[in-house]
């Protein structure tokens, strides 16, 4: 349990007296601190009575209750105090760059090598086909994709500063998408090793220091996993929801549990727009019409109505997508069918956000 979790269920907790402002933003919370199954919150009330002081802090400890792991030690303590403002995050943010920025969906999975950002390259291409104005920030850190998925390897960002001398870097602009990796920075081939903050930070970095202008999309190629650096991730940068990528064989069904409980967590919270089944069937290169399910059928939609979520598309396996990948020229450039399934997932997915 972090503190930012536990400040996250308490913003759950209401004052019925201040227009049903929450504890939190209303600054009470004191104080909080998390020991192995062990909870101790502090809420401050002014000097003049509170005549709701009993039911908040009763409030306040059914939500830890709510919300803790079963035989967590709870305690809620009480100090006189004048309320202090609301700290929001512990690193201020600044978010002027994506301020301009409609939609920030992310697109993630629970677990690593289910096509992620194969499908996060050629829907930000589609989406561009389609006339939105797209970016797209590879969020992983650990082993960035996108340079060579798009043919940018070894571009050098240009840097510039703003009016108040904060550096701000230009994203590197190819097949009508602004692109953003931490592998423009690195030599190719080179391992990049971050411990955890900084990993975190440098992900930061690559999305809230680059100069995106105005879009209609910010993709976020999230790295594999469901760990800290995600959660940290979603909380702090104003993302609007989320795309989930699988692959329909049903060992993938606890992956993809992770990945929905992730966005559904009550402090994170952010819609799931659908779910992408990649790889649904093989078809081969000189059969196109033919259709092999060899990761099994309708996997993909048995999840997403599992989870109750869309399924936005399907993309089936076939060698193009992999060659057109290595080669810098992702399908969705073109007319193929696979190339089309990518356009026609990016006019689902521009659906489901104006909805
Ligand atoms: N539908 C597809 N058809 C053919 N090859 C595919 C398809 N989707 C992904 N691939 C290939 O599978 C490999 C893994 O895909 P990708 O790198 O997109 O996965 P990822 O989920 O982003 O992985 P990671 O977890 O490492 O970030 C790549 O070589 C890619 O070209
Ligand atoms: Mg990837």
């Known amino acids: 349990m972090t503190e930012k979790e536990i400040l996250g269920w308490l913003e759950q907790v209401q004052h019925p007296g201040k227009e049903d402002k929450d504890i939190v933003s209303l600054g009470m919370v004191d104080a909080v601190?998390?020991?192995?199954?062990?909870i101790s919150v502090t809420l401050a009330f002014p000097k003049r009575p509170d005549p709701l002081k009993n039911y908040l802090v009763g409030a306040a400890r059914a939500a830890l209750y709510r919300n803790a792991p079963g035989g967590t030690d709870i305690e809620v303590n009480t100090v006189v105090k004048d309320p202090k403002p609301a700290r929001k995050t512990v690193m201020d943010l600044d978010l002027s760059q994506i301020n301009n920025v409609s939609h920030i969906i992310g697109i993630a999975s629970g677990k690593g090598g289910v096509g992620k950002s194969t499908v996060a390259v050629n829907l930000a291409i589609a989406l561009s086909r389609l006339g939105y104005r797209v970016g797209l920030a590879d969020a992983d850190v650990y082993g960035p994709s996108v340079p060579i998925m798009t043919g940018t390897e070894g571009a050098v960002p240009d840097a510039l500063q703003d009016e108040e001398g904060k550096e701000l870097i230009l994203p590197i602009e190819k097949y009508g998408v602004k692109w953003m990796s931490i592998g423009y920075f690195s030599q190719p081939g080179q391992a990049l090793i971050w411990r955890g903050p900084m990993a975190c930070n440098a992900l930061k970095q690559m999305i809230l220091q680059v100069q995106w202008g105005v879009l209609d999309f910010l993709l976020i190629d999230m790295p594999p996993g469901t760990g800290d650096i995600h959660i940290s991730l979603v909380g702090d940068i104003?993302?609007?929801?989320?795309?989930?990528?699988?692959?329909?064989?049903?060992?993938?069904?606890?992956?993809?549990?992770?990945?929905?409980?992730?966005?559904?967590?009550?402090?994170?919270?952010?819609p799931i727009f659908g779910l992408v089944e990649n790889m649904a069937w093989f078809t081969p290169e000189e059969h196109p019409d033919e259709r092999y399910f060899i990761f099994g059928r309708d996997g993909g939609a048995q999840m997403a109505s599992r989870f109750d979520i869309p399924l936005l598309g399907q993309i089936p396996l076939v060698q193009g997508i992999r060659e057109g990948g290595d080669a810098g020229e992702p399908v969705a450039l073109g007319t193929r069918p696979d190339g089309v399934a990518f356009l026609e997932l990016a006019g689902k997915l521009s659906d489901a956000v104006n909805r």
């Open 33 to 38: 601190h998390a020991d192995d199954g062990k």
């Open 238 to 270: 104003p993302m609007e929801g989320a795309v989930i990528v699988t692959t329909p064989q049903p060992v993938a069904l606890a992956d993809v549990e992770k990945g929905v409980n992730m966005f559904r967590n009550p402090s994170v919270n952010r």
